[in-house]
C-alpha cells in the first residue's frame, strides 16, 4: 500500500488554473499507475485522468481533454494535475489514487485502484 496527500485546491475563477498534487510516501511509488477522480456530494467518483507506472501513457476523460494534463514525477513520489481553462462544471473534491491497474477500461474505474487519498477541494465560481 501506499500512503497518499493531495494539496493544491481552492477556489479558482471561470477560465482560471490550478495545479493539484499528490504525494505518495513509500519505495513502491514507480510501480503503480495512478489516477485522479472527482466526486460531487450524493453523486458517483467519476474518473479524470490516469498515468501508466513509468508515465509514457497518459488518458483523461472527454469532459477534460485538452484543458488537463497529467504528470508524474519519480524523484519526488508525486503526480499532479494541471488543470487550466477551468469551468464551474468542474467544481468537486478530487481525489489522487495508485493501483496495479495495467487495463486502460479498469483504469477509469475507483475499483481499479487501492489507495487513495483524503481529497482536496477545487470551486470554479466567479
Known amino acids: 500500500q501506499v500512503q497518499l496527500v493531495e494539496s493544491g485546491g481552492g477556489l479558482v475563477q471561470p477560465g482560471g488554473s490550478l495545479t493539484l498534487s499528490c504525494a505518495a510516501s513509500?519505495?513502491?511509488?514507480?510501480?503503480?499507475?495512478m489516477g485522479w477522480f472527482r466526486q460531487d456530494p450524493g453523486q458517483e467518483r467519476m474518473f479524470v485522468a490516469r498515468?501508466?507506472?513509468?508515465?509514457?501513457?497518459?488518458y483523461y476523460a472527454d469532459s477534460v481533454k485538452g484543458r488537463f494534463t497529467i504528470s508524474r514525477a519519480p524523484s519526488k513520489n508525486a503526480v499532479s494535475l494541471q488543470m487550466n481553462s477551468l469551468k464551474p462544471e468542474d467544481t468537486a473534491v478530487y481525489y489522487c489514487?495508485?493501483?496495479?491497474?495495467?487495463?486502460?477500461?479498469?483504469?477509469?474505474?475507483?475499483?481499479?485502484?487501492?489507495?487513495w487519498g483524503q481529497g482536496t477541494q477545487v470551486t470554479v465560481s466567479s
Open positions: 489514487a495508485a493501483g496495479n491497474v495495467v487495463s486502460p477500461y479498469l483504469s477509469t474505474k475507483s475499483a481499479g485502484y487501492h489507495s
Open positions: 498515468i501508466s507506472r513509468n508515465g509514457d501513457t497518459t
Open positions: 513509500g519505495r513502491t511509488f514507480s510501480t503503480y499507475a
